[in-house]
């Protein structure tokens, strides 16, 4: 139930329009890379951060991530329920896997450092 609660949250247009407090990468840089597999990489990284206490992402994390779910979401011109649906869903399904944290998590990192080297960065901006 608290999954599904979540992923009504995560589909509502507040969450889908907040405003992004960190540098996201360069555009360029993410249509470069935007595939499902990225996608689905950044969307798992963003769930077994916020769900998994070994692995908590920092304020800054989570925005740069979640960030940039949204812009390759949106060139893939995904909606937020379709999002909700065949992006964070399945995300959400792995996390029910025993073993998930463990294997996921120590992944967050390198992606973070990934986005930074494209131009994103964690740090408060202004």
């Keep these: 139930m608290k999954r599904l609660a979540l992923i009504a949250l995560l589909a509502s247009p507040a969450v889908a329009d907040r405003a992004i407090t960190v540098q996201l990468p360069d555009d360029a840089k993410i249509a470069e890379a935007a595939t499902?597999?990225?996608?689905?990489?950044?969307?798992?990284?963003?769930?077994v951060?916020?769900?998994?206490p070994d692995y908590r992402l920092t304020k800054g994390e989570a925005e740069l991530?979640?960030?940039t779910v949204d812009l390759v979401a949106d060139i893939f011109d995904l909606n937020p329920e379709t999002r909700?649906?065949?992006?964070?869903?399945p995300a959400f399904?792995?996390?029910d896997q025993p073993g998930t944290c463990d294997t996921e998590g120590p992944k967050i990192a390198p992606l973070v450092e990934k986005l930074k080297a494209m131009g994103g960065g964690t740090d408060p901006l202004g």
């Design 36 to 47: 499902a597999g990225f996608l689905s990489e950044l969307a798992l990284a963003e769930v």
């Design 84 to 89: 909700a649906q065949n992006v964070y869903g």
């Design 65 to 67: 991530i979640s960030g």
């Design 49 to 52: 951060g916020v769900n998994c």
């Design 93 to 95: 399904a792995l996390l």
